[in-house]
C-alpha cells in the first residue's frame, strides 16, 4: 500500500514538473518569435530608408535587443516584477539576483516586450538621430519608462491591476505601443523634419531604397505578432489555455486583415488611384496593434470591426502629422499610438464576459461594471500616454540642450553610413558615384546649386515652425 502511494505521489510530481516544463517551453518559444520581430522591424524600417543610412538603421535595430538584455537584466525586471514592490514600482531581484528561484522564461518573454517598444522609435527617428541620442533613448526605454509602466497594469501589485475593476491590456495596445509610440511622436518632433521632407510648406516624401525589404519586414512582423499577442496568456497547460491561445491567434489575423483593406483603400481614394503597397503593410500592423488589448476577450467578429477602425484611426493620424509638419518616416506614432490607444477602448467596448478571459464590454451587456471597465481603461490609456510623454520630454529636451540629438547637415546630406560607421551598406553604389565625378565637377559641386539652396532653405523653414520640445 506505501509503494502504491510512493508511486502515485512520484507520478504526481512528475506531472506538476512537466506542466511547469512545458509552460516554460511555451514562454521561450512564444519569446523567440517576438525575438524575430526584430527581425521584421529590421527589413522595414531598412527598406524606408535610402541606401545611404541602411548600415545605420541596421545597427539601431540590431541594439534595441542588445541594449534590451542589459537594461531588463540590470534593473528593468526589478522595476517591473521584483518580488519586493509597491504600487508604483518593484525594488527586487536587480541583475536578476537575491531571489532563491526566478522563472528565466518569464523574464525572456518580458525582456522581449520591453525590446519592442525601444524599436517603435527607431523609425520615428531615422536618418538623422545621433547614436549617443539612440544609445540613450533605449536604455531609458527598455530600463526605465516601460518597465515602471509594466508594473503599474502587469504585476500583482501595480495601481492600475488593483484598483477598480483591474486595468484590461492582455497583450500591450497601452504598455506597450502607446507608451513606446508616443515617445516615438516627441522624439520626431524634437528633431525636426529630415532634410527635403518639407518644401515651401508643401509634402515632399522621401522614398525608400527597397520596397522588397519592407514588404518582407512587414511579412515576418505579421508572423512575429501572433506570438506577442498568444503568448501573452503565458502559460499553455491550464484549462482554457490553449483556447485563449488560438482565440489570440484568430482575432489577430483577422484585426490586421481587416485594417490593411481599410487602409489600402482609404490611401487609394487619397492618393492618385494608387494601390500601396507600403500603405496595405502599415495598415496591417495598425490593426494587429489595436487588438493587442483584447485579443483574448472579444468575438472574431469584433477582431474585424477594431481592425476595420483601426485601418482609418491609422490613416487619419499620418495625415496629421503631414499636416503639421512632423516628419515620421516609419509612421510609427500613427501605428503604435494612434491604434494603440483605439485599440484600449476597444476591448472593453466589445469585451465578451463569457470569454474564460473575459469581461462585461459595452456592445455585449452595456451593464454599470462595463462602463466603469471602460472609465478604468480609458484612465490607463492617458496615465501611459502622459507617462511616456512626460518623460520623453525630459530625455529627448535634454539629450537636444546638450547637442547630442541630431546629426549635422553635412553628415545627414552625406549619409550616417559612410561618415558615422564606415561600412555602407552598398559599397559598390558608392564606389560608382564616387567615380562618376571628374575633378573638374567635383570643384564645382562645392557651390550649391540652386536646387541644393533650395532643399536647404526649405528645411531650415521646416526646422523654424516644427514644434519644439523644450
Not at 101 to 110: K, L, R
Not at 156 to 182: E, I, M, Q, R, Y
Request: hydrophobic share 50%; glycine share 12%.
Amino acid at each position: 500500500m506505501s509503494t502504491t502511494v510512493e508511486d502515485f505521489n512520484i507520478l504526481t510530481d512528475r506531472v506538476d514538473a512537466f506542466a511547469v516544463n512545458v509552460n516554460q517551453l511555451f514562454l521561450l518559444l512564444m519569446g523567440l518569435f517576438v525575438l524575430m520581430m526584430q527581425l521584421g522591424f529590421a527589413f522595414l524600417e531598412a527598406g524606408s530608408v535610402r541606401t545611404k543610412n541602411t548600415t545605420n538603421i541596421l545597427l539601431k535595430n540590431f541594439g534595441d535587443p542588445v541594449l534590451a538584455t542589459l537594461s531588463y537584466w540590470a534593473f528593468g525586471y526589478a522595476f517591473a516584477y521584483g518580488s519586493s514592490s509597491n504600487a508604483f514600482i518593484g525594488h527586487a531581484e536587480f541583475f536578476l539576483s537575491g531571489n532563491d528561484y526566478i522563472d528565466y522564461s518569464f523574464w525572456f518573454f518580458q525582456m522581449v516586450f520591453a525590446a519592442t517598444a525601444a524599436t517603435i522609435v527607431s523609425g520615428a527617428v531615422a536618418e538623422r538621430c545621433t547614436f549617443p541620442a539612440y544609445v540613450t533613448y533605449s536604455i531609458v526605454l527598455t530600463g526605465i519608462i516601460y518597465p515602471i509602466g509594466s508594473h503599474w497594469a502587469w504585476s500583482s501589485t501595480g495601481w492600475l491591476a488593483t484598483n477598480g475593476p483591474g486595468f484590461k491590456d492582455f497583450a500591450g495596445s497601452s504598455v506597450v505601443h502607446v507608451v513606446g509610440g508616443t515617445s516615438a511622436l516627441v522624439a520626431a518632433i524634437a528633431l525636426g523634419p529630415r532634410i527635403g521632407r518639407f518644401i515651401d510648406g508643401k509634402d515632399t516624401p522621401i522614398p525608400g531604397h527597397s520596397v522588397a525589404f519592407t514588404a518582407l519586414g512587414g511579412m515576418i512582423l505579421w508572423a512575429g505578432f501572433f506570438a506577442f499577442n498568444g503568448g501573452s496568456q503565458l502559460s499553455i497547460t491550464e484549462p482554457g489555455d490553449g483556447d485563449a491561445v488560438a482565440l489570440a491567434f484568430a482575432n489577430t489575423a483577422l484585426s490586421g486583415a481587416a485594417s490593411s483593406i481599410v487602409a489600402l483603400v482609404i490611401k487609394f481614394f487619397m492618393d492618385g488611384h494608387y494601390f500601396s503597397l507600403l500603405t496595405a503593410i502599415n495598415g496591417l500592423l495598425a490593426g494587429m496593434v489595436a487588438i493587442c488589448a483584447g485579443c483574448n476577450a472579444v468575438e472574431p467578429y469584433g477582431a474585424f470591426i477594431i481592425g476595420l477602425v483601426a485601418g482609418a484611426v491609422y490613416m487619419g493620424c499620418s495625415w496629421l502629422l503631414v499636416k503639421f509638419r512632423i516628419d515620421d518616416p516609419l509612421d510609427a506614432s500613427p501605428v503604435h499610438l494612434g491604434c494603440g490607444a483605439w485599440g484600449t477602448l476597444a476591448a472593453v467596448i466589445f469585451a465578451n464576459g463569457s470569454r474564460p478571459g473575459g469581461y462585461d464590454g459595452i456592445f455585449y451587456s452595456g451593464s454599470s461594471d462595463a462602463w466603469e471597465q471602460l472609465g478604468w481603461n480609458l484612465l490607463g490609456l492617458v496615465v501611459y500616454f502622459f507617462w511616456s510623454l512626460i518623460c520623453s520630454i525630459i530625455m529627448y529636451g535634454s539629450l537636444k540642450l546638450a547637442g547630442l540629438l541630431r546629426v549635422t547637415e553635412a553628415q545627414e546630406r552625406a549619409g550616417m553610413d559612410e561618415k558615422k560607421h564606415g561600412e555602407p551598406a552598398y559599397p559598390e553604389l558608392l564606389e560608382m558615384s564616387k567615380m562618376s565625378f571628374k575633378p573638374n565637377e567635383q570643384t564645382i559641386q562645392e557651390t550649391p546649386s540652386p536646387s541644393e539652396k533650395h532643399i536647404a532653405t526649405g528645411n531650415q523653414a521646416d526646422a523654424n515652425t516644427a514644434i519644439d520640445v523644450n
